[in-house]
């Protein structure tokens, strides 16, 4: 990878391109090393270790990485749907088994312990799925519930306490003291 020429003639070092900058992020990704990344891209270690603590560094790095979760989990989409006809066939019409009788694969029903076992697995993980989004709404209640509370100090905090004078009750003199709401 070259980098090109500097505009300014009077300028000797030469200028990284930004394709160049994300390159060399996404191979850091795959590879994991700034040593390698260097040898792959032709970028000197030596820019690479100062790039790689700047913040446009670390916000491409993430990036990728979002974006390479985001694939894995649409394949693994894709393969549990696979895995989960198969399961649904199994079940429906039964494993294949050999007959030596007659040479060829027959399907006969699957053991109850196999489907229990099966069944049982698939609504652990539905259950977990499902709660999920319970979780998310408690913690927006939670988090709703500190909001108001901090509302509330910061109300309590801004009252003012008006000291006023003395009042004589019976033989005892007291100090009156009353909170008033600044609002």
Partial sequence: MKRRKSKYPWYSKAHWGEDQKLQAVACYVMLG????????????????????????????????????????????????????????????????????????????????????????ELLTKQDKIREIPEKVEIEKTIDARLAKLAEEFQRFAKAKTIVGEAVIVSDLVLPVEVAVNAN
């Fill in 33 to 120: 090393s700034i040593r390698e990344t260097a040898l792959a891209t032709e970028i000197p270690m030596d820019t690479l270790k100062i790039w790689k603590q700047q913040d446009w560094w670390k916000e491409l790095q993430g990036q990728i990485r979002d974006e390479d979760v985001q694939q894995l989990d649409s394949t693994l989409q894709k393969v549990i749907g696979k895995a989960l006809k198969v399961v649904e066939d199994r079940l429906d019409h039964g494993d294949y088994q050999y007959d030596p009788k007659t040479g060829k694969p027959v399907r006969i029903p699957i053991k109850a312990h196999i489907a229990l076992k099966t069944v049982t």
